[in-house]
Structure formats: structure tokens, C-alpha cells
């Protein structure tokens, strides 16, 4: 189970910083992913780290201003968002893929969703 949390409202500008514990099958040896969605909108990719933290990947949308990251330890991986616009405005997911080899970019492909954590971006 994956549960996501530090969403809130910040101002224009401002970091938030959210955080996904996972229990431990759905997070050793996975792709960790971020992805957000828009009501009336589909999944929208923002960002995966691979099972040991040597790769990043990152939607042009957010590349600059988030940073992903992962501590195996703590069964965490953590969406640093700074220099946030009202256009990231929305419900953020966190999700497992077990299958290292399908494109981190499609929801579809993941496993495991979390619950969602709403940001709100106040201009």
C-alpha cells in the first residue's frame, strides 16, 4: 500500500515537499513515480526514480523546480516542489511499477496507486 501525504496551499513561489510511505512489496525494487490530475483530465506524468535512486526522470512541465527522491530505509519517496505555479494546482498520486522495462511516463503501467494529496497554488 502506498500512503501519500504533505500536500496543502502555499503561495505562488513557495515549496511544498510530499512524501509516499509504501509497505515493502510495493516499494523494493520498483520505479516510484509522482503523477497529478486535473478534474475532467487525464494522469499526467511528473516524475519516477528507479529502485536505487541512480535515475530520475522528470515531465518538461516540472523539470528545474521538483526534485524526486527515495530513502529504501524509511520505505519513502519524497516530490520536492519549489518555485510552484497556480498551474500545478491539483490532486498529486504516488504509484509503484513492478515491471522496470514498461515507460515510466504511462499510469497505466503502474501497480500501486496511493490515495492522492491535494496542492493548491494560491497566485
Known amino acids: 500500500q502506498l500512503q501519500a501525504s504533505g500536500g496543502g496551499l502555499v503561495q505562488a513561489g513557495g515549496s511544498l515537499r510530499l512524501s509516499c510511505a509504501a509497505s515493502g512489496r510495493t516499494f523494493s525494487s520498483n520505479i516510484m513515480g509522482w503523477f497529478r490530475q486535473a478534474p475532467g483530465k487525464e494522469r499526467e506524468f511528473v516524475a519516477a526514480i528507479s529502485w536505487r535512486g541512480g535515475s530520475t526522470y522528470y515531465a518538461d512541465s516540472v523539470k528545474g523546480r521538483f526534485t524526486i527522491s527515495r530513502d529504501n530505509a524509511k520505505n519513502t519517496v519524497y516530490l520536492q516542489m519549489n518555485s510552484l505555479k497556480a498551474e500545478d494546482t491539483t490532486v498529486y498520486y504516488c504509484?509503484?511499477?513492478?515491471?522496470?522495462?514498461?515507460?515510466?511516463?504511462?499510469?497505466?503501467?503502474?501497480?500501486?496507486w496511493g490515495q492522492g494529496t491535494q496542492v493548491t497554488v494560491s497566485s
Open positions: 504509484a509503484a511499477k513492478s515491471d522496470y522495462y514498461k515507460s515510466y511516463g504511462s499510469a497505466g503501467n503502474y501497480d500501486y
